[in-house]
Each structure stands twice: as structure tokens, then as C-alpha cells.
């Protein structure tokens, strides 16, 4: 058997696949900001995947087979959206990759109007959220500027059942929440995740420490509803539990007020702990940061390989080039918009 192969730039960590793993994570250890616990568990990846969200072959076959995608019919299914897509006279001048098809054909269990439906959602909320998807640009323009500041996320590398942890983190007091970064920032790593994985089975974690009523009382409802737009109705990623931890007496608030925009469904996977050892009881440590007495590194390191990583001039190159993944809504066939769809329909936000 051949020995570890990679391509590109020493310093392009995301262009490799393992044979053997040993002098694989030695190599990868030695690239800047890419920690060895995030491959040491893992035995074959795939070609010019992403050390961010390693998976193997047997990972993407699973996923395959949970969501009835057919290889036999896979670019025959590809085809014929690619197809669709290009007669769209609001979409038709705008990129698609094939794996972008593919993916959402994942999130879509094989069905190819349903990958319609939500490739037009996706075009069409993301042309409707610039302040979420266009003022990366200006960000990416300041090198010297952090990305991450009142809060952190991690991605641990290692699946759970099939399924991607992700970790969102508060570390600041409310005079310096702003919504509309966060969900800048969150809709930068579902871009990476779109590019780059293949797993979209969910588990969050949302640590709600430092956080108090006026961190509520910032959210922007209209941001939270533009962005519940693209991660629920376009994206359609499939968040199977919601675990939060360290929440104030006010949790209840904050379950209230996402009602107003999410499914029923999806509050209905929320898990409030009351302790650190009862989320062990439903996620093991070996998939948990170490603040959480987890084996993974720290939420600190997490959110600063982020931060490295869109700042590599590849990630950011395409980062960029997804901007253009965005309709023209004056060229599209009907008279008028249905506000509804653009921003929600509010209901009056109370927290009782």
C-alpha cells in the first residue's frame, strides 16, 4: 500500500488523503493551527476533503444509503437539476457546482423537486440577506480584523453516530452582542460546509453562559428570520438534538422566543442540563472540548483555527466566489414578492 499523499502547498492542510494515519497527522500536526487530536481518529479520508470536517468513504456511503441517493442514477439525477437550474432566468447566470446538486440532493433524501425547491430558496434568501452574506467581503478585505469576538465556535471533527457536533459559546457581557455578525459568522462556516463535507446530521451545543436578558433583547428578529430562512429552508440540514448548557434561570425565554421562527419539531429536540454531567449522559466526552471535562481541545482553540483557516487565501478565494451564489429576483417569473417568504410572518415577540 502506497504511503500518505497530499497535494499543493505544504501549508494547504486541506488537500490530502490518508493511508497512513500515523505519519499523516504527523504532517498535519506540523501545518499552522490544525491540531492532531482533529485527525487522530480517523482511518481513510477522502481526496481534497477538509481537515475541518474529515469523513470517510464508509461515512459518505452511509450517509448515502440513509438518504436513498442511488450512485446508478446520482449524475443522472445532477443532470437534469443542472439543467432546471439553467433555465431559470433568475438563477441561470448566477455559479452551481455539481457537488453543491449533490449535496442538497443528500439533504432532500434523492428527491429532485425538492433539491429544486431548495436551491431556489437557497439563491433567494442569500440575494435577500447581503448584510449575511455580502459584508464578508469587506471583512475578508481587513486581514488584521478578528472575526470572532463576543463569541466562539467549534466543529469537532469526530462524528458521533453519523452525526457532526457543532458548539456555539458566549464569552462577553450583551454591550458587545450584535446578531447579524453572529449569523455572518455562522453562515461563513455553513459555506465551508457546503464545500467541503458531506455529513449534514446535526448535533448542536449552545453554551449559554455570560449570557442575560439583554443579550435577548439584541437579537434583531429580522436577521434571526433571514437566517432561519437559509439554514431551515434552503440548506434543510438536519438537526437531530439541541443540548443547552450553563442556561439562566431565562432559558425558558429564549426557547420562547425561538418558536417564532423555527418548526415545531426543532424545539421540540431542545435539551435544557442542569449540569455538565447530564449532557455526558447524552453526548460522550470523547466528543466534547475539554471545559465540557471532554477529550477534544478547548472551544479557544476551535474558534481560532476558524478564524485561520477563512483567513487562508484559498478559503477565502472561495468564500468570495460564494457571493455569487445569489438570484436575481427582478428577473424572476411572477409579478411580486410574497413578503411572507422574504422575512416571516411576525407574530408579536413576547417572552411570557
Known sequence: MRGPVWRGARNNCHSYYVVNPTLVITFINSCTGVHPFWVSTVTMLIEGQHHIFPYTEEDKQMVKK??????????????????WFKKQPHLAEAPIEREIIEKILVVSKGSREKTKNRID??????ALAPELVQSRVELLSKPDEKIWTFFGQGIIPKLYDGKRISFIHF????????????????????????????????????????TGLGHLMRMNPMIVQKAVNMYQESMGIRVKQIHCINAPIFGHHVVNFMKKFVKAKMIERVIIHDSIESLHRQVPK?????????????????????????R???????????????????????????????????KKLDFD
Do not use: H
Not at 440513509?66 to 439543467?83: F, H, M, N, P, R
Not at 466534547?288 to 478564524?307: A, I, R, S, V
Open 66 to 83: 440513509e438518504t436513498g441517493l442511488k450512485d446508478s442514477v446520482l449524475d443522472e439525477d445532477i443532470d437534469a437539476v443542472l439543467q
Open 121 to 126: 430558496n437557497f439563491y433567494k434568501y442569500r
Open 171 to 210: 464569552n462577553s457581557d450583551a454591550s458587545s452582542f450584535d446578531s447579524e455578525i453572529m449569523y455572518r459568522n455562522i453562515i461563513l462556516t455553513v459555506d465551508l460546509r457546503l464545500k467541503y463535507d458531506y455529513i449534514f446530521g446535526e448535533i448542536w451545543i449552545i453554551d449559554l453562559n455570560n
Open 286 to 310: 470523547e466528543y466534547l472540548p475539554k471545559e465540557y471535562g471532554g477529550d477534544q481541545p478547548t472551544l479557544k482553540e476551535f474558534t481560532e483555527n476558524l478564524e485561520k483557516e477563512i
Open 312 to 346: 487562508n487565501e484559498k478559503t477565502k478565494e472561495m468564500l468570495l466566489d460564494y457571493c455569487k451564489i445569489v438570484s436575481d429576483e427582478s428577473k424572476r417569473l411572477r409579478d411580486k414578492y410574497d413578503e411572507d417568504c422574504i422575512v416571516g410572518s411576525f
